[in-house]
C-alpha cells in the first residue's frame, strides 16, 4: 500500500474556493490544485448545493498538503486547532500578521490570530521559541511576561524582556 501522507481538510461554509486562494497568495511555496464540482443537486435536508458548484479545492500552502471543502454552516473553526507560523524575523511575523488578519480577521493575545474564516493562528518567532527555552528560569519568566502583553509578538522587545533590560 503506498504512503500518501497527511492531508488536512479544511471545512468551509461555501468559501473553499476563495480561502485557498487567499492561503496561497500569503505563502511561498503553494499553489492551487484540483478543484471538484458537485455532478448532482443536494437532496431535500441536505444542505443546499447545485450542480457545478464548488464542493472541494485542493492546494498547497508553504508546502503543505490542504483541501478545503464546502462543507456547509453546521461547523466552524475554533481554536482546538491552530496552525503555527515560525518566522525567522520581525518582518516576516509582521507579514504573516498582516496578512491574515486582513479582511476580516482578528487579533488574538501571545501571538495568535484568527483569520477571516475563523481559522486560529499562531505567528511566533523562532527566536521566541529558543528564548522560552533558555535553562535560566528569570530570563524565561521576564519573556513570558513581555509575550503576555502582547498580542502580535515584538521581537526586539522580546529580546529586550530577555537581557532584563
Known sequence: MPAYGFTTCLWFDGQAEEAAAHYVSI???????????????SPEG?????????????????????VALNGGPQFKFNEAVSFQILCESQEEVDHYWSRLTEGGGEPG?????KDRYGLSWQVVPVRFMEMVNDPDAERVARVTRAMYSMNKLDLPALEKAFAGE
Open 27 to 41: 505563502f511561498k511555496n503553494s499553489r492551487l490544485g484540483r478543484v471538484t464540482r458537485h455532478t448532482v443537486d
Open 109 to 113: 493575545p501571545c501571538g495568535w490570530l
Open 46 to 66: 441536505v444542505p443546499a448545493v447545485r450542480v457545478g458548484s464548488v464542493m472541494t479545492v485542493e492546494f498547497e500552502a508553504n508546502g503543505q498538503k490542504f
